[in-house]
Structure formats: C-alpha cells, structure tokens
C-alpha cells in the first residue's frame, strides 16, 4: 500500500531553515502531482506548495513564495520542502499529499488520494 512519511520538522528560531522530506512507497515520485500541506492550531489546512508530474513546474501559496521551495529526488524517491526565512507563522504541522483526485477548483484546495502523517514545524520569536 501507498506509504508517504514526513521527517525533518522540528523548532527553530525565526529567520532560519528547515528541509522537510516526504519519502514515498509503493508511489512513484513524479508520476503525479504531490503537494505540501499545513495546519495551524485553530485553522484550517492550506496549500503551502505543489510539483507537477515529473517535477516540471512548482507552484507556492504567496505567504510563502520566495521562501519555499519544492523539489523531488527520484531515485530516492522523494520529495522535499526547503524552508528559509522562517517566520512564527509557519509554525504548524505539515503534511505532504500525492495523486490528487481532481483537479477542480483552486489548487490549495484538491483533494488527494495519499497523505503522510505530518510532522511538525515551530518557529520562534
């Protein structure tokens, strides 16, 4: 079965970096759009990034463009979130997805077939 599990979460202070992985099983990296999720204590989840097939373009949400980015190791068959300038807002649990089931509506919003089980990311002031 589909496997997808987070790592490299933890707590830093404002204005420094973190690299999350999503190392995928029994899923092909690149075979299909996979994306980065968060939530926050008291909100809702958002889309935070996503690569296309084959890794062939990256979206971002605004709060986070120009400090994120997203890639994909094939061979090690992941995905990755660099995060750079952080700030306490991103504090919040992440979650990386694959395979949407649609691709209706806005892309924050898709909803996917395989989801990993988050980890966390705190930042401080």
């Known amino acids: 079965q589909v496997r997808l599990v987070e790592s490299g979460g933890g707590s830093v202070q404002a204005g420094g970096s973190l690299r999350l992985s999503c190392a995928a099983s029994?899923?092909?990296?690149?075979?299909?759009?996979m994306g980065w999720f968060r939530q926050a204590p008291g909100k809702e989840r958002e889309g935070v990034a996503y690569?296309?097939?084959?890794?062939?373009?990256?979206v971002y949400a605004d709060s986070v463009k120009g400090r994120f980015t997203v890639s994909q190791d094939n061979a090690k068959n992941t995905v990755y979130l660099q995060m750079n300038s952080l700030k306490p807002e991103d504090t919040a649990i992440y979650y990386c997805a694959a395979d949407p089931v649609s691709f209706e509506g806005t892309w924050s919003n898709w909803k996917y077939n395989y989801w990993g089980q988050g980890t966390q990311v705190t930042v401080s002031s």
């Open positions: 029994e899923y092909t990296v690149g075979a299909n759009y």
């Open positions: 690569i296309s097939t084959g890794g062939a373009f990256t």
